[in-house]
């Protein structure tokens, strides 16, 4: 009988070629960190495939991540219906006791924040490379976006949205001479069409993604009471209009988990399992220096716990570099209508361990839905040979759930309330409004020259010193004293306005005598004018 047990994924039966006997397809779970690929043309079988696979793993207390493209996956988190198809598929591959309908914790995520938690992540942490790729820009337009984050780093400046990236490009604009000869060559057309595209970006819904609170990656990776581990689903049927940003923000995702997570080595499960659906939208016309990136991360984040999986309609849209990092492998159905076809079957084909029995390019033309070409890794990290197999059918529902059920599920949330509401900090957009109005207040006369904060921020004016009182203490007191000043006193006088004769007098005998002699002798003198004003 077969199922899945404490290391394995049963996966399907194999159909047996001639010769053979059938036989049940595992994916052994220490080695679900080696990657994998899963193919196929549309309608064959891809998602419930991916489905099955995602069960698998978190009945082995692996969490995992998937963009749910249509919605179809969403019914994980609900409980299957034995439909016929579905029991007489299990009893075909074997299942024990039959087909078992179950259901599996579900964490919703959505860039928007319309069907599940909102993902944010900061301007920062993005960086240049995959805004530029985002945006589009060419290598000029890139290399200003890098002078960009220098410039923030080198004056302390925070980049957390949209908002704040504006900002700095207007400040950069200004600065624009300047900061050519310290930094390199920058134009104000170039700062003017990374703006044009920050508009696009924003038009398209990328505003929501930038912000706080950003994702804390230890958020994916949890277990429910029963050491299941969490599937969490990103909505990405609205998400699919922008391509760029959908397969800007998985990168991002993957090298955040690389860059976060420790090094553990190959455990016995993986950590978190990663599917990359549509994945030929993150290779599409991507530079050199992206798809570097991309390989790189492939081939270390495994280290970490992490296993990713592609997802596409083509072998051929994965480049060979990446590819070869692929040992766990799913292939259904292809068609062969074109030379472009043609040679994807070939190449699918070729990427197999041979199985002497099966004529492997025939058989990528010929099976039906819920069929698929399987080699998994087995023994030392080796490829299995390649077999045709019956893919077991999954626990949960196939087919989305209602809103409703997806309400529920979102209101019992242990994440509820965590990432919902957007948090507005202080950073460059704030700061440099700040000094721009500063800037504006001294043109127009204001304080000037004061020092600078830490974030180069003016503090406020010191309040003027307020005047010494009329009949105040040293000599202007004894003057006053003597000839009376020109403040009115408490019940009224002469109003203040133009100085009296005694006044002017007293004032000037003041200033003589300070001016001309020393303290002491002046205090002499004084005191001889006055008629011994101590008799």
Same mark, same amino acid.
Request: glycine share 12%.
């Given at each position: 009988?077969?199922?899945?047990?404490?290391?394995? &994924?049963?996966? !399907?039966?194999?159909?047996?070629?001639? !010769? #053979?006997?059938?036989?049940?397809?595992?994916?052994?779970?220490?080695? !679900?960190?080696?990657?994998?690929?899963?193919? !196929?043309?549309?309608?064959?079988?891809?998602?419930?495939?991916?489905?099955?696979?995602?069960?698998?793993?978190?009945?082995?207390?692996?969490?995992?991540?998937?963009?749910?493209?249509?919605?179809?996956?969403?019914?994980?988190?609900?409980?299957?219906?034995? %439909?016929?198809?579905?029991?007489?598929?299990?009893?075909?591959?074997?299942?024990?006791?039959?087909?078992?309908?179950?259901?599996?914790?579900?964490?919703?995520?959505?860039?928007?924040?319309?069907?599940?938690?909102?993902?944010?992540?900061?301007?920062?942490?993005?960086? @240049?490379?995959?805004?530029?790729?985002?945006?589009?820009?060419?290598?000029?337009?890139?290399?200003?976006?890098? =002078?960009?984050?220098?410039?923030? #780093?080198?004056?302390?400046?925070?980049?957390?949205?949209?908002?704040?990236?504006?900002?700095?490009?207007?400040? =950069?604009?200004?600065?624009?001479?300047?900061?050519?000869?310290?930094?390199?060559?920058?134009? %104000?057309?170039?700062?003017?069409?990374?703006?044009?595209?920050?508009?696009?970006?924003?038009?398209?819904?990328?505003?929501?993604?930038?912000?706080? *609170?950003?994702?804390?990656?230890?958020?994916?990776?949890?277990?429910?009471?029963?050491?299941?581990?969490?599937?969490?689903?990103?909505?990405? #049927?609205?998400?699919?209009?922008?391509?760029?940003?959908?397969?800007?923000?998985?990168?991002?995702?993957?090298?955040?988990?690389?860059?976060?997570?420790?090094?553990?080595?190959?455990?016995?499960?993986?950590?978190?399992?990663?599917?990359?659906?549509?994945? $030929?939208?993150?290779?599409?016309?991507? *530079?050199?220096?992206?798809?570097?990136?991309?390989?790189?991360?492939?081939?270390?984040?495994?280290? %970490?716990?992490?296993?990713?999986?592609?997802?596409?309609?083509? @072998?051929?849209?994965?480049?060979?570099?990446?590819?070869?990092?692929?040992?766990?492998?799913?292939? $259904?159905?292809?068609?062969?209508?074109?030379?472009?076809?043609?040679?994807?079957?070939?190449?699918?084909?070729?990427?197999?361990?041979?199985?002497?029995?099966?004529?492997?390019?025939?058989? &990528?033309?010929?099976?039906?839905?819920?069929?698929?070409?399987?080699?998994?890794?087995?023994?030392?990290?080796?490829?299995?040979?390649?077999?045709?197999?019956?893919?077991? @059918?999954?626990?949960?529902?196939?087919?989305?759930?209602?809103?409703?059920?997806?309400?529920?599920?979102?209101?019992?949330?242990?994440?509820?309330?965590?990432?919902?509401?957007?948090?507005?900090?202080?950073?460059?957009?704030?700061?440099?409004?700040?000094?721009?109005?500063?800037?504006?207040?001294?043109?127009?006369?204001?304080?000037?020259?004061?020092?600078?904060?830490?974030?180069?921020?003016?503090?406020?004016?010191?309040? *003027?010193?307020?005047?010494?009182?009329?009949?105040?203490?040293?000599?202007?007191?004894?003057?006053?004293? &003597?000839?009376?000043?020109?403040?009115?006193? @408490?019940?009224?006088?002469?109003?203040?306005?133009?100085?009296?004769?005694?006044?002017?007098?007293?004032?000037?005998?003041?200033?003589?005598?300070?001016?001309?002699?020393?303290?002491?002798?002046?205090?002499?003198?004084?005191?001889?004018?006055?008629?011994?004003?101590?008799?």
């Amino acid at each position: 009988m077969a199922g899945d047990t404490e290391d394995r &994924i049963f996966i !399907g039966r194999s159909v047996p070629a001639k !010769g #053979d006997k059938a036989a049940d397809q595992y994916l052994t779970l220490r080695f !679900g960190n080696r990657h994998g690929l899963v193919t !196929g043309a549309t309608g064959t079988g891809k998602t419930v495939s991916l489905q099955v696979l995602a069960e698998g793993f978190s009945r082995a207390g692996t969490a995992v991540f998937a963009a749910d493209i249509k919605g179809d996956l969403s019914g994980i988190a609900a409980q299957g219906e034995p %439909k016929d198809f579905l029991v007489e598929r299990a009893t075909a591959v074997g299942l024990d006791n039959g087909y078992q309908p179950d259901e599996f914790p579900v964490t919703f995520w959505d860039l928007f924040g319309e069907q599940g938690h909102p993902i944010r992540a900061t301007i920062s942490e993005v960086g @240049p490379l995959l805004l530029a790729r985002l945006m589009d820009l060419n290598d000029t337009q890139e290399g200003v976006l890098n =002078i960009a984050f220098k410039v923030a #780093d080198d004056d302390g400046l925070l980049l957390l949205d949209l908002k704040d990236l504006r900002a700095l490009l207007g400040h =950069i604009a200004e600065r624009a001479g300047e900061l050519t000869t310290e930094y390199g060559n920058v134009t %104000k057309q170039s700062i003017g069409a990374i703006q044009r595209q920050l508009l696009v970006l924003e038009n398209q819904g990328g505003a929501k993604f930038f912000g706080e *609170p950003a994702l804390n990656i230890k958020d994916l990776i949890r277990k429910d009471r029963d050491g299941r581990g969490m599937i969490n689903l990103l909505a990405a #049927d609205r998400l699919m209009n922008s391509p760029r940003l959908y397969a800007t923000f998985l990168l991002w995702l993957l090298s955040e988990l690389f860059e976060e997570l420790p090094e553990v080595g190959d455990l016995d499960a993986p950590k978190l399992v990663f599917f990359f659906d549509e994945a $030929h939208l993150l290779f599409d016309d991507a *530079p050199k220096a992206l798809l570097d990136k991309i390989e790189q991360v492939v081939r270390l984040i495994r280290s %970490k716990g992490v296993g990713v999986y592609f997802v596409t309609q083509n @072998p051929l849209d994965v480049p060979e570099s990446v590819l070869a990092q692929l040992g766990n492998r799913v292939q $259904h159905a292809l068609r062969a209508f074109t030379p472009r076809e043609q040679k994807a079957v070939r190449t699918a084909a070729e990427t197999f361990r041979p199985n002497p029995r099966l004529d492997t390019a025939q058989v &990528i033309m010929e099976m039906g839905k819920g069929e698929a070409l399987v080699s998994m890794l087995e023994g030392n990290g080796v490829p299995s040979m390649v077999q045709r197999t019956l893919v077991r @059918p999954p626990a949960g529902r196939i087919g989305p759930i209602t809103p409703q059920q997806r309400a529920a599920i979102l209101g019992r949330s242990p994440l509820s309330g965590k990432y919902d509401t957007a948090i507005e900090s202080e950073s460059a957009y704030e700061v440099l409004k700040e000094r721009a109005g500063e800037r504006a207040t001294e043109r127009n006369g204001g304080p000037a020259g004061a020092p600078s904060g830490p974030w180069g921020r003016q503090p406020a004016p010191q309040q *003027p010193a307020e005047a010494p009182p009329a009949g105040g203490g040293g000599l202007g007191g004894i003057l006053d004293s &003597i000839f009376g000043s020109g403040t009115p006193g @408490p019940r009224g006088g002469r109003p203040s306005g133009r100085a009296s004769v005694t006044e002017v007098v007293a004032k000037q005998v003041a200033r003589s005598v300070a001016s001309q002699v020393g303290t002491q002798l002046g205090k002499a003198i004084l005191r001889g004018v006055l008629g011994g004003m101590r008799r």
